[in-house]
């Protein structure tokens, strides 16, 4: 399991004050109010650790300003950066939720008769209206689009880095 997650990225500066322009990852943008501190990490995977001094939101966007980082000139260098906390100050989970950073990567296995196959590893987590979809990376064959329902997914373990599912009928010739 990961030990930071990404919350958003910084897409510009807003006005002259030093103030960031944050498109956000995460299902409830209202959690960066509860911030304390970010970690900025560049495309070079340097990091860099900011006490949060404001929080503003601006249509679809957040608007974040650090401590000792007051001026437009010292924050324009920070436009494409992502943002993140670490997994102590991220939001807590309910029963059955998960980070989806700790998603990716999973082991993916079919449950058929009572024998297990390993299908692939879970490449990506789609957010649609309805129900979130598993992306899964298969060797040599198309990628498998699973359902996060109940009538497909059967155990989710990120500690064991393991999923379990049932697959529909016509999803095994995929």
């Known amino acids: 399991m990961v030990d930071k997650l990404q919350i958003g990225y910084i897409t510009g500066t807003h006005g002259i004050r030093g103030l960031v322009k944050v498109t956000p990852t995460t299902d409830d943008p209202k959690r960066f109010t509860d911030l304390d501190n970010v970690i900025l990490i560049d495309a070079d995977?340097?990091?860099?650790?900011?006490?949060?001094?404001?929080?503003?939101?601006?249509?679809?966007?957040?608007?974040?300003?650090?401590?000792?980082?007051?001026?437009?000139?010292?924050?324009?260098?920070?436009?494409?950066?992502?943002?993140?906390?670490?997994?102590?100050?991220?939001?807590?989970?309910?029963?059955?939720?998960?980070?989806?950073?700790?998603?990716?990567?999973?082991?993916?296995?079919?449950?058929?008769?009572?024998?297990?196959?390993?299908?692939?590893?879970?490449?990506?987590?789609l957010e649609t209206g309805a129900n979130d979809v598993f992306v899964i990376r298969r060797k040599n064959r198309t990628e498998l689009l699973i359902p996060s329902i109940r009538e497909c997914i059967r155990e989710i373990d990120p500690e064991h880095g393991s999923m379990t599912v049932t697959l529909l009928p016509g999803m095994e010739e995929l």
Do not use: C, P
Not at 49 to 67: E, I, M, N, P, Y
Not at 82 to 97: G, I, P
């Open 45 to 125: 995977q340097n990091e860099m650790r900011l006490t949060v001094a404001q929080v503003r939101f601006h249509k679809d966007s957040v608007l974040l300003g650090f401590d000792g980082y007051e001026d437009i000139n010292l924050v324009e260098g920070f436009k494409g950066h992502s943002v993140f906390v670490d997994r102590a100050d991220a939001v807590a989970l309910k029963d059955n939720e998960y980070y989806v950073a700790d998603l990716i990567g999973l082991d993916v296995f079919s449950v058929k008769d009572d024998e297990k196959e390993l299908i692939g590893k879970v490449d990506n987590v």
